[in-house]
């Protein structure tokens, strides 16, 4: 079996090659170095030499809540660019299953909670994020259409917010999780007496270890068949106060947190609805606790070694 990974050297990529390596897949790795996704002849004529059997679409323009309300014309362009070539060259070279990975984000600003699969085009969206969230909705209708004129068993699925080993540590660009994790870190090491976080602290997040979702796409490229994206998450939130709490702990930061309440909170709340996954037989496998403390050991080696993207 030959699977293209697209964004294999990423936080989700690298996960994703990692599991399937221990099936037995035969991986292509894609990423900038390799191939510019948002050429649509050169994806094109990539994947038609190689005729993968599988195509899963992990590559993305992605970024916190600073980055997509400051970029939205980069978030909402090159992320339809990259899915829309991906999809047409696996078409064309008759790729028998394409995995989208799109994003929580999708769902309605105030959708009810634990958000299940069909609230998707219920509500407005946040409006911090709306330009990747309209990426993502505009890539999961182009993966149902080509299942509804082709009669593809192609999927979408919907991750939480995610962390672990080789994410975005970009105090600009990254997401929460990896921006906290890095500032208390450095905060730690340089005797500061205290750290500032952005927002009240008050809005309340769901966050999935990378591996645990590596193994959720193995299951449902194995058991799932439906045009409606399947949720992948733990289906537990935690406020982004009780989180920063927990990062300062596991790095052993003991000054004062102090909360810019001039920053956006973003959305506030998001927790998903698993009961669909967990019906094919998959629950997440790693505790936050145990996953901050490994991404910690993680980003402590990779930014003595310069293997992290700062």
Not at 47 to 76: H, K, Q, T, W, Y
């Amino acid at each position: 079996m030959k699977v293209l990974v697209a964004g294999s050297t990423g936080l989700v990529g690298t996960a994703l090659t990692k599991v399937f390596k221990s099936y037995g897949y035969e991986i292509i790795g894609v990423n900038r170095k390799v191939l510019d996704l948002t050429d649509f002849q050169e994806t094109t004529d990539f994947i038609c030499n190689l005729r993968p059997d599988i195509v899963v679409d992990a590559a993305a323009f992605v970024g916190g809540i600073a980055a997509n309300n400051s970029r939205p014309v980069e978030f909402l362009m090159q992320n339809l660019q990259i899915q829309n070539n991906l999809m047409a060259a696996a078409h064309k070279s008759n790729v028998n299953k394409f995995i989208f990975l799109a994003s929580s984000c999708v769902y309605p600003k105030d959708a009810p909670q634990p958000i299940k699969e069909e609230y998707l085009l219920t509500g407005p969206l946040e409006e911090t994020n709306s330009a990747y969230a309209i990426a993502k909705i505009a890539g999961i209708e182009m993966l149902n259409s080509y299942r509804k004129e082709f009669g593809l068993k192609w999927i979408s699925l919907m991750p939480t917010n995610l962390y672990g080993p080789f994410d975005n540590f970009n105090l600009e660009t990254s997401h929460v999780l990896p921006a906290l994790l890095r500032k208390f870190l450095e905060a730690k090491k340089n005797g500061k007496e205290f750290v500032e976080v952005w927002g009240t602290g008050k809005p309340r997040r769901e966050f999935l270890h990378v591996d645990d979702l590596a193994s959720a796409v193995q299951v449902a490229l194995e058991g799932y068949d439906s045009s409606l994206p399947l949720n992948v998450g733990t289906g537990k939130d935690i406020s982004i106060y009780e989180l920063a709490i927990k990062i300062a702990k596991i790095v052993g930061f003991h000054g004062e947190i102090k909360w810019n309440t001039g920053r956006p909170d973003g959305t506030p709340q998001k927790v998903l609805d698993i009961s669909r996954i967990s019906s094919l037989g998959w629950r997440p496998s790693i505790t936050l606790d145990d996953g901050i403390s490994s991404t910690l050991t993680w980003l402590e080696i990779a930014m003595e070694t310069g293997g992290v993207r700062l």
